[in-house]
Nanobody, 127 residues
Framework: QVQLIESGGKLVQAGGSLRVSCAGS????????MAWFRQAPGKEREFVAA????????IYADSVRGRFTIYRDNPKNTMYLQMNSLKPEDTANYLC????????????????????WGQGTQVTVSP
């Protein structure tokens, strides 16, 4: 069974840092482009950051560029999102996603490009 399992979310104060992780189970993410999205209550799912299969290329949403860093450790089948200078507006459920199919190597930013999703990990930033 293919699964992505997020972890690391918690309550932090504004200005603080946090790293969330996404581990692939049953899915060889070593060959898949991946991404982080987030969704706050009552809001649509929002793209955060993406990385291609070997980490050579990354893309960030304007709202997080310069504060967040996406990276991956393929031998550990794990992807990470390092979040610095957190703001209350970063509060959301953070979901990781992996590409599947013929174009799985290539970086992507649209939810429809991803075939497997985790359940998310909650990040709450207090003022």
């Amino acid at each position: 069974q293919v699964q992505l399992i997020e972890s690391g979310g918690k309550l932090v104060q504004a200005g603080g840092s946090l790293r969330v992780s996404c581990a692939g189970s049953g899915l060889a993410i070593i060959t898949a482009a991946m991404a982080w999205f987030r969704q706050a209550p009552g809001k649509e799912r929002e793209f955060v950051a993406a990385i291609d299969w070997n980490g050579a290329n990354t893309i960030y949403a304007d709202s997080v560029r310069g504060r967040f860093t996406i990276y991956r450790d393929n031998p550990k089948n794990t992807m990470y999102l390092q979040m610095n200078s957190l703001k209350p507006e970063d509060t959301a459920n953070y979901l990781c996603a992996g590409r599947t199919g013929g174009a799985s190597y290539d970086i992507a930013t649209e939810p429809a490009d991803f075939g497997v999703w985790g359940q998310g990990t909650q990040v709450t930033v207090s003022p």
